[in-house]
């Protein structure tokens, strides 16, 4: 994966790209019987269904339902995650333009990290900031949360931050959603992370220091 490219995306193969257009073609064929037959709101309700399905389908296990901190940390640990990320902050970047810290794999030029608001850029992208977790309670008394925070041409900011589990338990209410900013998302298992390339001065330290949660999809 090349860090000079405009982006880092995944895509599928074209043999999964076609099977799942085929797939499509002949659900919503169903769908539109079902319409038809007078049962729109039924179809509505497949359709909608049908399309996170395949939407949902290159992503990690379980991601479908759920926010990617639970199937990385499990659900309290998810939302303690939630409850202590720091709030986006924009820096002064070379140009001197305010930069806040964005997804390098969507990301990678002032441009596009602008401030416009509290969690937005200019260019309508979401603050992001990407987490890993130790869980020392049983040992040391804690949970080490660290939050890695990247803005292009000021590389990696790193917060952590150390709990107890007084504060697990009191983060247990707190709400875990995809739409929640800043975006979170877990090192852990994220593909790939070891074989991004970045310039010299934005080379982040996590790279080769994070075990993977999920071996064969995130080594």
Not at 104 to 110: M, Q
Not at 113 to 126: D, F, I, M, P, Y
Not at 170 to 183: C, E, N
Request: some cysteine; charged content about 20%.
């Amino acid at each position: 994966m090349r860090g000079g490219r405009n982006t880092e995306r995944g895509s599928a193969s074209v043999e999964q790209a076609g099977l799942a257009a085929l797939v499509a073609l002949l659900l919503l064929t169903g769908i539109a019987a079902v319409a038809a037959g007078g049962e729109i709101d039924a179809g509505r309700g497949l359709a909608g269904a049908i399309s996170k399905r395949l939407a949902c389908a290159p992503r990690l296990p379980d991601a479908c339902r759920h926010h990617p901190l639970v199937p990385a940390y499990g659900w309290p640990l998810a939302r303690l995650a939630r409850a202590l990320a720091p709030q986006p902050e924009a820096k002064l970047g070379p140009s001197g333009l305010p930069l806040v810290p964005v997804d390098f794999r969507r990301c990678r030029r002032e441009s596009c990290a602008v401030a416009a608001g509290s969690h937005l850029t200019r260019s309508g992208r979401r603050t992001t900031a990407f987490t890993r977790i130790l869980d020392r309670r049983r040992t040391l008394g804690w949970v080490e949360l660290t939050y890695w925070l990247y803005r292009p041409a000021l590389g990696w900011e790193r917060i952590v931050r150390r709990a107890g589990q007084a504060q697990v338990d009191a983060a247990a209410g707190v709400p875990v959603l995809l739409g929640d900013d800043p975006a979170l998302v877990p090192l852990e298992t994220l593909p790939g992370r070891n074989h991004y390339e970045f310039p010299a001065s934005e080379r982040p330290l996590w790279q080769w220091h994070i075990h993977g949660l999920y071996p064969g999809w995130s080594s």
